[in-house]
């Protein structure tokens, strides 16, 4: 592929040809798969059509679906035996670009932004006709790739063709660093007082378990570690734990006996608080799980209500509530039930909802050598806001990632285990998303992550007692360490 396309990095899975026009598939860590089929002219190419499918993995009466969607889609199944494989493919209409046009690449861009903002519809309506698809990056590559795998498949896709590269067909998510450039943090002590040092690179992916004050202070020194590397960091504080980097530690004396070698430090940080001075926007929350919170059990209800907050694009309750009493598609009787609902939502949630603070805010990188910290305190929320705000923040970060195509910022969620009793299955595409677009993620919990979400982080940290933590890093040895004391504030254990 000659051109560059957001929402990378792409690989080729395919090069070949097919009825006399040279082919090209290419795909991303998301599993989008954008097919190219070259116009040459004279040896030169001047254009190609462009064919687009989004994978999923799919359960239950997959040809049922298909055929009330409106939408262009594919499914293919495949058994072996006693077990069978689905795959589901959204997709976008074909269409020609001309390569002499200067923003022929943004056409394409807005076609695949289009899928990758409709995906959380189509999986909330497949699940009304009792289909459950999934993100392929959720479940076990052994799932799909019976179907993935099969040479056939490619074929079909490039309607033809030969010699599909198949060992690209899963990519990894693109490594946010260079291992070997980025420098080594003192992590603590081994039982020998050696000094443990790791890159951040192997930071960025990390499980924590452990209590819960344990899973505060082993985040805290995580964050230290990633802002001494100038790595911008969200911080989701429901402890009011973390405020404290942004002064210096009194300890010189401790610094020196735990052999650091950094002097005390006080790390640039903003607090955001919600409902006072950030808000989040109701065009980026997952509604279906705010009606679910609310006890809504009229599947047909649900899908239909949900789709209508999704097409207004409003921000606030209000709003909505609006375009419910405006709306000359609702009749008399669904605008009154409605009304009813949100209302509910208004007077449970509605605080939290407003214009959501730029992602770029957010994420922003500050001139210097040290990473800008993001607080989000969420003490003061209920268990209920807190899944929607946080839920809903990762959303927003996700679909402002996936338009520039480059992000270098790391998310704390020091205790997850609330947002996993509540939905794992739609905490764990939501999480997926957030890191396949490239943001790392500590996550904490009391106990075991899923396996969908172990199979993302490549750093496990087990708290043993305190600051005495057993780690195990991907390809490398099991190691005991004793956490370095903290350069700012002073966090309890």
Same mark, same amino acid.
């Given at each position: 592929?000659d051109?560059?396309l957001?929402y990378?990095?792409?690989e080729?899975?395919?090069? +070949?040809t097919?009825y006399?026009?040279?082919?090209?598939?290419v795909?991303n860590?998301? &599993?989008?798969?954008?097919?190219?089929?070259?116009d040459?002219?004279?040896?030169?190419?001047k254009g190609?059509?462009i064919e687009?499918y989004?994978?999923?993995?799919?359960?239950?009466?997959?040809?049922?679906f298909?055929?009330?969607?409106?939408?262009?889609?594919?499914g293919i199944? @495949?058994?072996?035996?006693?077990?069978?494989s689905?795959?589901?493919?959204?997709?976008?209409?074909?269409?020609y670009?001309?390569?002499?046009?200067e923003d022929y690449?943004?056409r394409?861009? &807005?076609?695949?932004k289009?899928?990758e903002?409709?995906s959380?519809?189509?999986?909330d309506?497949?699940?009304?006709?009792?289909?459950e698809? !999934?993100e392929?990056s959720?479940?076990s590559k052994?799932?799909?790739l019976i179907?993935l795998g099969?040479?056939?498949?490619?074929k079909?896709?490039?309607?033809g063709?030969?010699?599909?590269?198949?060992?690209?067909?899963?990519l990894?998510?693109?490594? /946010?660093?260079?291992?070997?450039?980025?420098?080594?943090?003192q992590?603590?002590?081994?039982?020998?007082r050696e000094?443990i040092?790791?890159?951040?690179?192997v930071?960025?992916?990390?499980?924590?378990?452990?209590?819960?004050?344990?899973?505060?202070?082993?985040?805290?020194?995580i964050?230290?570690?990633l802002?001494l590397?100038? =790595?911008?960091?969200?911080?989701f504080?429901?402890?009011?734990?973390?405020?404290?980097?942004?002064?210096?530690t009194?300890?010189?004396?401790?610094l020196k006996?735990?052999?650091?070698?950094?002097?005390?430090?006080?790390?640039?940080?903003?607090e955001?608080?919600? $409902?006072? &001075?950030?808000?989040?926007?109701?065009?980026d929350?997952?509604?279906?799980?705010?009606?679910?919170?609310?006890g809504? $059990?009229?599947n047909?209800?649900?899908?239909n209500?949900?789709?209508?907050? %999704?097409?207004?694009?409003?921000?606030?309750?209000?709003?909505?509530l609006?375009k419910?009493n405006?709306?000359?598609?609702l009749?008399?009787?669904? !605008?009154?039930k409605?009304?009813?609902i949100?209302?509910? =939502? @208004?007077?449970d949630?509605g605080?939290?909802?407003?214009q959501?603070?730029?992602?770029?805010?957010?994420?922003?990188e500050?001139?210097?050598? /040290?990473?800008?910290?993001?607080?989000i &305190?969420?003490k003061?929320?209920s268990?209920?806001?807190?899944?929607?705000? =946080?839920?809903?923040?990762?959303?927003q970060l996700?679909?402002h990632?996936?338009?520039?195509? @480059?992000t $270098?910022?790391? /998310?704390?969620?020091?205790?997850?285990?609330?947002?996993?009793?509540?939905? !794992?299955?739609?905490?764990?595409t939501?999480?997926?998303r957030?890191m396949?677009?490239? %943001?790392?993620?500590?996550? +904490?919990s009391e106990?075991?992550l899923?396996?969908?979400?172990n199979s993302?982080?490549?750093?496990?940290m087990?708290?043993?007692s305190?600051?005495?933590?057993?780690v195990?890093?991907? +390809?490398?040895?099991t190691?005991?360490?004793?956490?370095?004391?903290?350069?700012?504030?002073?966090?309890?254990?």
């Amino acid at each position: 592929m000659d051109f560059k396309l957001d929402y990378g990095p792409w690989e080729p899975i395919f090069v +070949g040809t097919t009825y006399g026009h040279e082919v090209e598939i290419v795909s991303n860590p998301e &599993n989008f798969y954008i097919v190219i089929v070259y116009d040459v002219e004279e040896g030169r190419k001047k254009g190609a059509v462009i064919e687009g499918y989004k994978a999923f993995y799919a359960k239950g009466q997959l040809e049922s679906f298909i055929q009330t969607l409106p939408k262009q889609c594919l499914g293919i199944g @495949k058994n072996i035996g006693e077990r069978t494989s689905k795959i589901f493919f959204l997709s976008f209409e074909p269409f020609y670009v001309d390569f002499k046009q200067e923003d022929y690449s943004r056409r394409i861009d &807005n076609e695949i932004k289009k899928i990758e903002e409709n995906s959380s519809m189509i999986i909330d309506l497949a699940r009304t006709s009792s289909v459950e698809l !999934k993100e392929l990056s959720t479940v076990s590559k052994k799932d799909y790739l019976i179907v993935l795998g099969d040479p056939f498949v490619v074929k079909l896709l490039a309607s033809g063709g030969k010699g599909p590269s198949l060992s690209k067909i899963d990519l990894g998510t693109n490594p /946010l660093f260079d291992e070997e450039k980025v420098p080594l943090i003192q992590l603590g002590l081994s039982k020998t007082r050696e000094i443990i040092k790791e890159p951040t690179i192997v930071l960025m992916k990390t499980q924590l378990t452990g209590g819960k004050n344990n899973l505060n202070y082993a985040s805290y020194i995580i964050s230290e570690n990633l802002l001494l590397d100038n =790595i911008p960091l969200i911080i989701f504080d429901e402890d009011n734990y973390f405020a404290q980097l942004n002064t210096a530690t009194q300890n010189r004396v401790e610094l020196k006996e735990e052999l650091v070698d950094f002097e005390p430090m006080a790390f640039p940080m903003k607090e955001y608080t919600p $409902k006072q &001075n950030i808000k989040i926007s109701l065009k980026d929350a997952d509604f279906v799980s705010i009606l679910q919170l609310m006890g809504v $059990k009229d599947n047909e209800f649900e899908k239909n209500l949900s789709l209508f907050a %999704f097409a207004t694009q409003v921000n606030s309750i209000d709003e909505l509530l609006q375009k419910i009493n405006d709306s000359k598609e609702l009749t008399g009787y669904e !605008k009154l039930k409605a009304e009813r609902i949100v209302n509910l =939502i @208004k007077m449970d949630l509605g605080e939290l909802f407003g214009q959501s603070a730029p992602s770029e805010e957010l994420t922003r990188e500050i001139p210097g050598r /040290l990473g800008r910290g993001v607080i989000i &305190n969420t003490k003061d929320l209920s268990i209920e806001e807190k899944i929607i705000f =946080i839920q809903t923040i990762l959303r927003q970060l996700t679909k402002h990632a996936s338009e520039k195509n @480059k992000t $270098k910022c790391g /998310l704390i969620i020091p205790n997850i285990d609330y947002l996993l009793k509540f939905n !794992k299955e739609r905490t764990i595409t939501t999480i997926t998303r957030t890191m396949n677009r490239g %943001f790392g993620a500590i996550i +904490g919990s009391e106990k075991e992550l899923p396996p969908e979400l172990n199979s993302l982080l490549s750093t496990k940290m087990s708290i043993i007692s305190g600051k005495d933590i057993a780690v195990m890093i991907k +390809g490398k040895k099991t190691y005991r360490v004793n956490l370095r004391p903290s350069l700012s504030g002073k966090p309890k254990i």
